[in-house]
């Protein structure tokens, strides 16, 4: 089945302590995205990437890391978190044709408290 | 960067009745322009696109018009049905090739509740 999952689903920690939110898709996706839900904010991108070893920052890139050393993966990490970036993750693939965006396919989300 | 507005951020309809929720753009370069549903709980879902060539698509009951010249675009629901409440986003992203941010960005949202 095509799908992008994350891991964790749901996360509670502590401030500045290190986490990281693993995501993989299986459809052979190029472009691979990260976005954070917050109420009334719709979804913003935070860091993307266009290929292996291709990586960019989105709207909202501090405090977050990305790496893209496989195709299939794409973690986030968050090297010092802090309660502003409690929020709900997700993970989008997508395919690369030229000219056009293609379709996105979300993974289910990751929501993350920081205390 | 692109900016994209939408509204309204909340619409209540009849059962049966029609929705529209539009969006306005603030790139020309924007060439692509996909509507996501996102019910509660849940991941967005892609629900229809359309790209900059076409002024409108339709499938089934829903249905996009863009107006390139006004850099706005709309969804339209018809005859509505309860499972259709749900969080609707559009968004809109610039082509790949341009050498600016390749990016999906996204309107706020609108909350769609369909009343029985």
């Known amino acids: 089945e095509a799908q992008v999952t994350q891991n964790p689903r749901y996360l509670i920690t502590v401030t500045g302590k290190k986490l990281t939110v693993t995501c993989s898709q299986n459809m052979n996706h190029e472009y691979m995205s990260w976005y954070r839900q917050d109420p009334g904010l719709g979804l913003r991108q935070i860091y993307y990437s266009m290929n292996v070893e291709v990586t960019d920052k989105g709207d909202v890139p501090e405090g977050y890391k990305v790496s893209r050393k496989e195709k299939r993966n794409f973690p986030l990490i968050l090297e010092s978190p802090s309660p502003n970036q409690t929020s709900l993750y997700f993970c989008a693939s997508s395919l690369r044709l030229a000219g056009y965006q293609e379709t996105q396919y979300f993974g289910p989300g990751t929501r993350l408290l920081v205390l | 960067g692109e900016n994209v507005e939408q509204h309204p951020s909340t619409l209540s309809v009849q059962e049966g009745d029609s929705a529209v929720i539009k969006c306005t753009y603030s790139?020309?370069?924007?060439?692509?322009f996909p509507w996501y549903k996102q019910e509660l709980g849940k991941r967005p879902q892609l629900i229809i696109d359309?790209?900059?060539?076409?002024g409108e698509k339709k499938d089934q009951r829903i249905a996009v018009t863009l107006n390139k010249t006004a850099k706005h675009f709309s969804l339209h629901i018809t005859e509505t049905q309860p499972e259709d409440s749900a969080v609707y986003f559009c968004a809109a992203s610039q082509p790949f090739s341009s050498g600016s941010a390749r990016q999906l960005t996204f309107g706020s949202g609108t909350q769609l509740t369909v009343l029985p």
């Open positions: 790139d020309s370069a924007s060439n692509y």
């Open positions: 359309i790209r900059s060539n076409v």
